[in-house]
């Protein structure tokens, strides 16, 4: 039987199946070379086909997510980090947590690698097909404010409680205005068992009625974020820190300096 091989990428164009169009020859070859049999060389185009689908989804994602930095778990000195679990934080990185909808608290002093583990396992929700959006909470809640004056309120709400996981990034280095409070309270329900939400902060749970300016939004916040929650509480010094003594930049005793 004689090939039309403009008929078959037209073909191959048609079905989307455009790794195996591109590389058609090469990939033909290969399954000559391996010497491969119908049905597998049909397994290794398909498999061609889905290492880039993957890989252009979650370049996509990732773009989407607007995280401020690359950070992996790979690159996680869990070493370094005695008061983490690393078998919890590999239980997280599953995504189990976010296709329940459930709320992940990293807390902990500046420096412990809560910034680094909330990018490292938002990456994770992307491998496994979650949507992600990273949001510092400062730049958020100014967000909802600015919305709320305009008049343009619930598209706001509606952009921030549509991805699946939502990274909410510092909570608590600034308190909020009490309408600030009652924005973020209004977003919190929103999400509330629709979508997952992971925290970071400097500050206990107990702390956030200042966080809020208001203890009564503040338990209404805390009892829907933390219904279905984890909570990891990072102790211990600063990364940054330990770095900088470790390579003789500080000496042992220096850790009240700015970092
Ligand atoms: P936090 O958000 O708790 O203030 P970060 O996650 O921003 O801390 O960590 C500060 C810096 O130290 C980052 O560059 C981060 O990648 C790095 N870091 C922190 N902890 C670790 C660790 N255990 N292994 C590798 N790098 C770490
Ligand atoms: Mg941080």
Known sequence: MTVDHERLTAHLSRLKLTAIRDQLDTLLDEAARKDLNLREALAFLCEAEVARKDQRRIRMGTAIARFPTVRTLDGFDFGAQPSIDPKLIRELATGRWIANGDTLLLLGPPGVGKTHLAIALGRQAILHRHTVLFAPATGLVTDLTKAHRDGRLEDKLAFYT????????ELGYLPFEPN????????????????????????NVTEWGTVFGDNVVATAILDRLLHHSHVVTIRGDSYRLREKRRSGLLRADDTNNHQ
Do not use: C, D, M, W
């Open 162 to 169: 549509k991805p699946k996981l939502l990274i909410i990034e």
């Open 180 to 203: 600030a409070a009652h924005l973020f309270f209004q977003l919190v329900s929103r999400r509330y068992e629709r979508g997952s939400t992971l925290v970071t902060s400097n500050r």
